[in-house]
């Protein structure tokens, strides 16, 4: 299409991929958890630190969006980077549970500050052109970028670890594109600051922002959107670096003639970085193209289906890792990596017929605080159940309990 065209050329357009792009660059991705373990951490008190991490992100979810909404989103994009980096610092010097506490608190403010804020700005500025309509397209092309991004990480992050001293200077590594993207959101054009209202009062603030929620809690199709995102998004974050002890299994009882002159540390971590790689590519690849299906067929059956889908294929994973066929399981991670970067941008086609221009920033973060509080409840109970019973046995608990949430966020004609 000729506006597809033009819409790729435009070059704020490519700054929002490009922030994408750096946003992703989180060298340290594929082996986080295998970096926690080291640290003499199990599982359990992992499954602490991410629930640490998303109570802070949490507690901040919505009033961040708030302080987006009135006092400008460009600025709030300036706090997260910062945020990060110091977090960054803390994960550096950690050396035990209590740093790695403090450093999970500023990634939480980080997280806190950053979701929903760029995509509102997205929004704002597809409106101020007059092409809101192809949101799930630029969304998914933008989306395509953040994943590629990850896939290059998680390739370069394989050199990076063997010419590093250790793990932890992947951190440092990453403060250098987190720089970068600081400078780009100050580059964005004033007027995508958005900011409303400044002069009110505090007391008038906290009131309008009560208002703002209690029209979000009437809406009966949006708090189910918002619901199913929240859960699909929260159970992918939960079991995604589970890949991560099932490749360490697998090495243990493998014979692979692949790398026979390095360990099975060094294999682990040449494994993990390629697995990460691939994975983000065909992510990136599934994004840049779902507006294509969205398209053709309706977003909402899209978006409620593929909910279950990914349900089956978590069961099918608790088979597959009890039953040993690793390979076979690697191929399901595959799948749900496809799918959760598929479906993203079909919520935010969704999600953005049903809420008003100033309610984006606030909407966006209400979702993103549902997912932080099933984070909350849920990351240390999976971490102790893959703890005192078995990974596969984790699993199998995730995908019947999506299953059965499923049956309640089905949106009807009548509801919608």
Known sequence: MTLHNTIKKDRQIWKFCFYGFFKNLKFFEPYLLVYML?????????????????????????????????????????MCFAFYIVSFLFFFVGSGFGIMTIGMIFYGLGEAFRSGTHKAIILGYLEHKGWYEHKAFVYGRTRSFSLLGSSISAFVSIVLVFNLPALKWLFIVCIIPYLVDFLLIASYPAYLDE??????????????????????????????????????????????????????????????RLFMDFSDDQ??????????????????????????????????????????????????????????????????????????????????DVCSDYMSKNQRATVLSVESQIRALLLIIFAPILGYIADAFSISTMFLGVGISLIVLNRFLKVTDKQS
Do not use: C
């Open 195 to 256: 900011k409303q209202d400044t002069d009110k009062t505090m007391k008038a603030f906290i009131q309008a922002s009560i208002e703002q929620l209690k029209e979000i809690k009437k809406n009966l199709v949006l708090r189910k959107i918002l619901l199913s995102s929240a859960a699909y998004d929260g159970a992918f974050k939960a079991i995604k670096d589970y890949i991560q002890p099932i490749m360490s299994l697998m090495l243990i009882g493998a014979s692979t």
């Open 38 to 78: 080291t640290m003499g951490l199990n599982l359990f008190q992992i499954g602490i630190l991410y629930a640490i991490r998303e109570a802070i992100t949490y507690v901040f979810e919505v009033p961040s969006g708030i302080i987006a909404d009135h006092y400008g989103k460009k600025k709030e994009l300036l």
């Open 267 to 348: 294999k682990l971590k040449i494994y993990l970085g390629l697995l990460y790689g691939v994975f983000y590519i065909f992510s990136s690849l599934a994004s840049r193209n779902v507006h294509k299906i969205t398209h053709k067929y309706q977003s909402m059956p899209i978006f409620y289906r593929s909910f279950d889908a990914m349900a089956l294929l978590i069961l099918l994973l608790s088979f597959t890792v009890s039953s040993n066929y690793m390979w076979l399981s690697i191929f399901i991670f595959f799948m749900i990596y496809i799918m959760k970067d598929t479906r993203r941008p079909v919520f935010v």
